[in-house]
């Protein structure tokens, strides 16, 4: 814990993170700029100094169809709603699976749940909501790779 505060990413997070990063800066043509420690969003996607898109990245391991949703904290899908609907900013997770790297855009209506808390590296008395994206929403970028980010549609 530091200032009260959990800190859930380790050196090994970073560098997954680093490395999705610049695949999608590649993929995307833009800038990936890393957000401070405790910035809502990972990255922020940029071209000239303009906000493209906040970025959240995840690496599973595990295949895109292992499961059929992905969590997200509710406090994270909220701040991506409110930051769409006031700026027309365009919020994004990005998850590597195993066997390909895949995102979905944070607009939409999800089912919550209550999570267990014993997920790895957390405290099992660590309870909080969480929504549940269905892989369905999910588009695959090493198949559908937008040319930029002004390509990513509505889904």
């Known amino acids: ?9 380790n050196e090994q997070d970073y560098l997954n993170e680093k490395a ?10 833009c800038e990936m700029e890393k957000q401070p420690k405790f910035a809502t969003f990972d990255y922020i996607a940029m071209r000239e100094k303009t906000i493209l898109a906040f970025v ?4 599973r391991s595990h295949k895109i169809n292992a499961f059929p949703d992905v969590y997200i904290n509710l ?7 409110l930051l769409e609907s006031a700026t027309d900013t365009k919020c994004l997770f990005v998850v590597q699976f195993v066997d390909c790297l895949a995102y979905c855009r944070l607009n939409k209506k999800l ?13 099992p008395n660590d309870v909080e909501e969480v929504a549940l994206i ?3 929403q999910f588009q ?4 559908a790779v937008p040319r930029s980010l002004s390509q990513v549609n509505q889904r």
Do not use: D
């Open 140 to 143: 695959k970028i090493h198949c």
């Open 56 to 59: 959240e990245v995840r690496k």
């Open 111 to 123: 089912q919550l749940i209550k999570s267990t808390g014993g997920w790895k590296r957390r405290n």
């Open 75 to 81: 406090k994270k899908l909220l701040e991506a709603r």
């Open 20 to 29: 999705i990063a610049k695949q999608l800066a590649v993929s995307w043509q």
């Open 134 to 136: 269905p892989i369905s």
């Open 1 to 9: 814990m530091s200032g009260g505060y959990k800190v859930l990413e």
